[in-house]
């Protein structure tokens, strides 16, 4: 009668461990069971990530951003060195997977380490967009980056025109990003002016899109709904 005593405390407090251990993986499981098939139950969840996009960091990461309010933050003086500083891997990343022609990048990395004044501004939630200079109605650098590092664009005038494959530099800055795992990469609907090489991928909700213009060049990434892409 002791021993039984003695042994059922023990046998509640251990299922009460596994419970509690068991009980968060049980959780998510289900919740993502749950949104997995929100996406066609109804219309209004048709926007959802799914989950080859909710395994791909940049995707989940700029999914989760859409999601956010944006508070836009004005045009404003920004401390050079922190900027610098904040940009560096973003360049070194470029150099790495070749997503410039050499030129642009010894162009863009100069720039950054001369430049006298830089501006910061955000449009959307998560990201800053930082401005570099060195004179007034010179050559200039944008670069968009999240809170997490992710480069989402890039953009200026570097005083060069040649080079630039916009479909070329396209195809690089994803793979810099790590989105070749999808494999719904479509041609999209060139827009605007210039030679823009536009991309996009349901599956990771994202449009890519690359272009030149009279000697100004932008590349640029936005998390998309398939609705949204569809209407462009």
């Avoid at 859409?66 to 404003?76: D, I, N, P």
């Avoid at 070749?98 to 939630?125: G, I, R, W």
């Avoid at 953009?155 to 530099?169: I, P, R």
């Amino acid at each position: 009668m002791k021993l039984r005593e003695r042994w059922l405390p023990l046998c509640g407090t251990a299922l009460l461990v596994i419970l509690c251990t068991t009980l968060p993986f049980v959780w998510f499981a289900v919740r993502d069971r749950q949104l997995d098939s929100a996406q066609w139950d109804t219309a209004a969840d048709r926007n959802f990530l799914g989950a080859a996009g909710r395994e791909n960091a940049v995707a989940r990461e700029l999914y989760y951003w859409r999601q956010q309010s944006a508070e836009t933050v004005m045009y404003q003086p920004a401390p050079l060195s922190t900027a610098q500083e904040t940009v560096a891997p973003c360049l070194a990343a470029l150099r790495s997977a070749q997503v410039l022609p050499d030129n642009y990048l010894d162009a863009a990395e100069k720039l950054v380490a001369q430049a006298t004044e830089c501006y910061a501004d955000s449009e959307t939630a998560g990201a800053t967009t930082y401005h570099f200079s060195r004179e007034l109605n010179g050559p200039y650098l944008s670069i968009t980056v999240t809170e997490y590092g992710t480069l989402t664009g890039l953009n200026g005038k570097l005083g060069l025109a040649d080079g630039f494959d916009s479909t070329q530099v396209a195809r690089a800055y994803r793979t810099m990003l790590g989105l070749d795992s999808f494999t719904d990469w479509e041609d999209a609907e060139p827009l605007g002016h210039g030679s823009p090489a536009p991309c996009y991928s349901a599956d990771a909700q994202l449009y890519l899109v690359a272009n030149m213009d009279l000697g100004y060049f932008s590349v640029s990434v936005t998390s998309m709904t398939p609705e949204t892409y569809a209407g462009l």
